[in-house]
């Protein structure tokens, strides 16, 4: 398994430009490359002090029509199919500033955002791609409106959402996404909707004053007086129509036959983009909205900030990148001091091992009789000999090099460590290596829980 993985940001700036579908202001965003780790950030450049607001779940203030975020009394609506289109595009880090309250609104869908990313393209950083994987199911539910989002252990992001419409235009509809790569085609273009019996009290409510017929999909499925459609077409602005005949109202036709609930499923991946970090795992959402995705996203921060480190996922069925036998081809140990077992994934950077600890150790003969505990300098030791395999691994004749500590910082202790324990160590390298010299951040886990962890630096030294 290659663990190898890069965040990306833009690789230049795009600007789109379109009414406000709240507002009906003339607005401009513009997507810009961002620094690693930094995530999604919108900045308010029409305001004083030009303030940032991260785009994470907790700044979510209002869920109503779209998603709204808000710092102090700033914020910024509709902002979920430009989100989207970063998320499903593998974006992790982008600076986006907007001249006003809202996104523009465009055509109602995402195309124009992945047109762009597409043009303008993409660019590795440093920094490893930190994906969040599940590896439990997690529900989140609204007894009221019937609303559930569930999430189960995958090897992928994928989405199945289910919606049932209160209409016999559209009943029950369902829609999935299998492999994030099909956003582009499947999910990105499909608009959003609304029915006609919503748009008077959304326009009280002052809000979809730059909704038209070009930039949404628009249903009429029960009929009213002529007098009260003509007056609903003179508030949005569009050509009075037949009260008599029902059905869909949009300049262009509809591209799939849900694609109401395919948009549906483009606003939970822009709401899943709150969470900050991209996400391996299923998605089944059953009539979904705003602010059941909201809830979710939320709930998802907090089982990230409980598992803030997540362990290596480790198959004992899967065959080893490096056993024994290579293992001490590279390294000089031997017993009792050989502490990695085997080696289960290798990047550039990065490296997975694995150590089965047993009572047969002889350290426990002295570490302690009565109470067998593995020597946190052991463990330490361990994880050294994974980074020194990372490291000889890319040098021709390897038995020729060892490598040596230079400086242990930061080390940490957190559970003991006992027979019948299997132990993974997972090894960073945190800069290149250079003049013979690495710094390495490792962890070892037992089970899901990070036992213990440590900075070290090593000297590769070749042998005499």
Same mark, same amino acid.
């Given at each position: ?7 990306? =940001? ?44 991260? *785009? ?6 209002? #869920? ?5 975020? $808000? ?10 199919? $430009?989100?989207? *289109?970063?998320? *499903? ?10 001249? $006003? ?25 440093? *920094? ?115 009260? #008599? ?33 991209? &996400?391996?795992?299923?998605? &089944?959402? =059953? ?88 020597? $946190? ?88």
């Amino acid at each position: 398994m290659d663990i190898t993985m890069k965040q990306k =940001t833009l690789k230049g700036s795009f600007s789109l430009c379109g009414k406000g579908l709240h507002t009906g202001l003339s607005l401009t965003v513009t997507f810009n490359p961002a620094p690693e780790n930094s995530g999604y950030v919108i900045q308010r450049i029409d305001v004083e002090g030009m303030p940032i607001i991260e *785009a994470i779940a907790e700044n979510v203030i209002d #869920t109503q029509r779209g998603t709204v975020l $808000g710092k102090g009394d700033v914020r910024v609506s509709t902002v979920e199919h $430009g989100l989207a *289109a970063l998320y *499903a595009m593998g974006i992790d880090n982008c600076l986006i500033q907007v001249n $006003g309250p809202e996104f523009p609104i465009l055509d109602g869908s995402a195309v124009q955002y992945v047109n762009k990313i597409n043009e303008i393209g993409t660019e590795e950083q440093n *920094a490893p791609k930190d994906w969040y994987i599940i590896r439990k199911k997690i529900e989140v539910k609204d007894e009221q409106t019937g609303s559930s989002i569930t999430i189960l252990p995958d090897e992928e992001f994928s989405l199945t959402t289910m919606c049932s419409f209160n209409s016999k235009f559209i009943n029950s509809q369902f829609a999935t996404l299998e492999h994030i790569n099909d956003f582009v085609k499947e999910i990105a273009p499909a608009r959003t909707f609304v029915f006609v019996r919503d748009i008077e009290p959304l326009l009280k409510a002052n809000l979809i004053k730059g909704g038209d017929l070009d930039n949404a999909i628009v249903m009429y499925e029960k009929q009213i007086s002529q007098e009260q459609l003509d007056k609903l077409a003179d508030m949005i602005h569009v050509e009075h129509r037949d009260a #008599t005949e029902l059905g869909y109202i949009q300049h262009k036709p509809l591209v799939w036959e849900n694609e109401c609930t395919r948009h549906k499923l483009l606003d939970i991946i822009g709401d899943m983009a709150l969470i900050g970090k991209p &996400i391996k795992g299923r998605i &089944i959402a =059953t009539r979904p909205g705003h602010s059941i995705n909201n809830k979710f996203a939320r709930q998802m921060r907090k089982e990230i900030r409980k598992h803030d480190i997540q362990a290596p996922i480790y198959d004992p069925n899967q065959e080893p990148l490096m056993d024994v036998n290579r293992i001490r081809e590279l390294l000089p140990h031997r017993y009792p001091m050989q502490l990695v077992d085997k080696v289960i994934a290798l990047g550039a950077t990065s490296i997975v091992g694995v150590k089965n600890v047993t009572s047969n150790e002889p350290f426990f003969q002295g570490h302690f009789p009565q109470e067998p505990v593995m020597p $946190g300098v052991l463990q330490i030791e361990a994880m050294a000999q994974c980074g020194g395999l990372l490291v000889l691994n890319t040098l021709e004749e390897p038995e020729r090099w060892s490598t040596y500590f230079m400086r242990i910082d930061n080390v940490k202790f957190r559970q003991k460590v006992v027979p019948g324990d299997t132990l993974l160590f997972k090894v960073d390298l945190l800069a290149p290596v250079r003049h013979g010299i690495s710094s390495m951040k490792g962890y070892v886990f037992v089970g899901d829980h990070v036992v213990s962890e440590a900075t070290f630096t090593a000297q590769i030294v070749k042998n005499k």
